[in-house]
């Protein structure tokens, strides 16, 4: 544990003094890679979709759908930092995601960050969802005392923002740019670090402790770890959550509609718009791809989508396993993607496919590992 500490009156008091400026990144020292991500990034708002895909399993089979049937595989790739401490055993997606970037596609991070029940015994229960779900495995870890100096949440806290540090620093000696999302879908009352009232209301307790979590955040990787490869994410999904703007670069959306649909999702897009400061918006994460002739007529520039993994992309038999074709190969979900219009998305010029990345060389790049070694095997 360091004895450095943020100054919060300080930092928010230079963030006020900063004009928000949309076309430039908040970090004030990129690393040329980050800067050149970003300027593409630039180039592609409102001009193109950029396709992505989160992963959670090993094999990543939903890689096997979308290659299977287009012929191509989604630019973005999502990881989660959500086993790095060793409180999610089995989880660690650290190493794929330095295999992907090195492949030179474009990596995006979150973080399910699993915190202990009690902090008597750190190494027992632990979970990101917070006590008031309805998920079997959950937290009661309070955020609002994780923000007061001298808890054990606290000193937690601290403790875990460094580790991930440490790992995105790994990153940046690898020339690895990282679009980093934390504390996603804050709005919500499911995760611990997120607003604690019920939906439509405010908790102004959790509230506060969550904005001062996100400048504690920012502030360490920013001013003590001295990142300069992060390129950065809100997804705070309301208006009374928001955040100074110098500190993020990009708007994130979480969409999940009740009955799946390709629509553009237009009054989500503009009410995310409405508080942003004309900072870029993303789908971050989402269970169905928007149509993008829906997205182009309505003016829903989404920058990119980031499907859900698991049976959001592949059928499965309702217990998270794969329904497998007659040449034992996954098969798309068509509550979520069927076949056609999977096809006419991934041939769309407006969509941006890893093979379309200007830096990407698939004959020295290869196809992921995972990909590349079962489609070797048939």
């Known amino acids: ?51 992505g895909q989160q992963y959670l399993w090993e094999d990543e089979k939903e890689d096997l759908v979308y290659y299977n049937t287009t012929g191509k595989i989604p630019a973005i790739r999502g990881y989660d930092f959500m086993g790095i401490s060793g409180l999610a055993r089995g989880y660690d997606q650290l190493g794929r995601a330095i295999d992907w970037a090195r492949r030179t596609g474009v990596l995006t ?31 009661g870890f309070d955020i609002v005392r ?31 740019p990282v679009i980093w999302r934390p504390l996603h879908e804050a709005a919500g009352n499911w995760f611990w670090w997120g607003n604690r009232a019920p939906a439509g209301q405010q908790d102004p ?28 994410v809100w997804n705070g999904q309301a208006p009374f959550m928001a955040v100074s703007p110098n500190t993020f670069d990009i708007a994130g959306e979480d969409i999940y509609d009740e009955i799946p649909n390709h629509g553009s ?18 789908l971050s994460e989402c269970g169905s791809i928007p149509d993008p002739d829906e997205m182009q007529k309505d003016g829903s520039n989404w920058l990119w989508w980031l ?17 497998l074709d007659e040449n034992d190969m996954p098969r798309p979900n068509p509550k979520y993607m069927d076949e056609e219009f999977l096809k006419r998305v991934f041939s769309d010029p407006r969509v941006i496919t890893l093979e379309d990345l200007p830096w990407y060389d698939k004959d020295s790049k290869p196809l992921p590992n995972a990909l590349h070694h079962r489609l070797n095997k048939c």
């Open 265 to 282: 999702q237009l009054e989500r897009f503009k009410a995310v718009s409405s508080y942003t400061h004309g900072k870029m918006i993303t």
């Open 1 to 51: 544990m360091t004895d450095y500490r943020t100054d919060f009156e300080a930092l928010e008091k230079r963030l006020a003094e900063r004009p928000a400026d949309p076309g430039k990144l908040v970090t004030d020292d990129p690393t040329p890679n980050t800067l050149r991500l970003w300027e593409f990034l630039k180039s592609c708002y409102g001009k193109k979709y950029i396709s």
């Open 205 to 232: 307790e959790s509230v506060a402790a969550y904005k001062k979590l996100w400048y504690t955040i920012f502030d360490r990787l920013m001013n003590y770890h001295k990142l300069r490869n992060l390129i950065w």
């Open 146 to 176: 994780a923000m007061q100096e001298g808890t054990p949440e606290h000193d937690f806290i601290i403790y875990e923002i460094d580790l991930v540090g440490s790992a995105l620093k790994m990153f940046e000696q690898q020339d690895i």
């Open 307 to 323: 499907p859900w993994w698991g049976t959001f992309v592949y059928d499965t038999d309702g217990e998270w396993k794969p329904i």
């Open 109 to 139: 991070m979150c973080w399910h960050w699993n915190a202990p029940d009690d902090m008597n015994d750190i190494g027992g229960l632990s979970s990101f969802y917070y006590k008031t779900t309805n998920y079997d495995r959950k937290t």
